[in-house]
């Protein structure tokens, strides 16, 4: 099993709809969790941190539920900008950075 | 700010042939410095890390080295390249568990 898993998709989603991806961890001693953006033939940014207690920038909500060891992105009244690889990264207790494979949205007009 | 720079962008290498990546950072002092390679398709594979001069750390026996010259240096190379080290490498540096990356360059071996 891998460390950190996602669905790679395409999750094809017409503008304006609500998007939702998880992300499952294997380690339960993982410290900190964060979702990066990976635009085609780019390098990955920081979209956001995820707290424990979740937290909200803008139309993008994220998650973490540690009992099922996931971490969740929402992403409300997408956007054709919002087109992207969105890369899931786990930090573990060596401090050590796991990333995901990612899951690729298209957002349709 | 912090700023980090890697170059080239892409590069078309023979078989054979020598490789040298390099990035640096600016802005910061003492950083945690990596390389990263990015198949297609396929989530990001951390190659090496440093936490200081002289000091590498390899993720995963390969055809590839690095070097940190100097505490805002990380370089990456290879005596000679094999048509599997074909991918998008990726340097980065972090900071409270974030990461940063440059440009990355896209390397493609004929």
Same mark, same amino acid.
């Given at each position: ?14 503008? @304006? ?9 294997? =380690?339960? #001693? *993982? +410290? ?6 990976? /635009? ?13 207690? @979740? ?9 973490? =539920?540690? #009992? *099922? +060891? ?6 409300? /009244? ?32 | ?110």
């Amino acid at each position: 099993r891998k460390e950190v898993e996602q669905d790679p998709g395409p999750f094809n989603v017409p503008e @304006g709809a609500t998007v939702a991806f998880n992300c499952t961890y294997s =380690n339960s #001693a *993982s +410290q900190s969790f964060f979702w990066y953006r990976q /635009d085609c033939r780019k390098e990955p940014k920081l979209l956001m941190s995820v707290y424990s207690s @979740g937290n909200e920038d803008g139309r993008f909500t994220a998650q973490l =539920n540690r #009992a *099922s +060891q996931y971490i969740s992105l929402l992403i409300r /009244d997408s956007k054709l900008s919002d087109s992207a690889t969105y890369l899931c990264v786990v930090r573990n207790s060596n401090y050590q950075l796991i990333w995901g494979a990612g899951t690729k949205l298209i957002i349709k007009p | 700010s912090q700023t980090i720079h890697q170059w080239p962008a892409t590069l078309v290498q023979p078989v054979g042939s020598p490789l040298s990546l390099e990035c640096t950072v600016e802005g910061t002092s003492n950083p945690n410095l990596y390389w990263y390679r990015q198949a297609a398709g396929r989530g990001l594979q951390l190659l090496f890390y440093s936490v200081g001069i002289g000091q590498i750390s390899s993720e995963v026996p390969q055809n590839l080295s690095a070097s940190r010259p100097q505490d805002r240096q990380f370089i990456l190379s290879s005596k000679k390249l094999l048509l599997s080290d074909s991918g998008f490498y990726l340097c980065a540096w972090s900071e409270m568990g974030l990461a940063f990356f440059g440009q990355g360059t896209r390397l493609t071996v004929v």
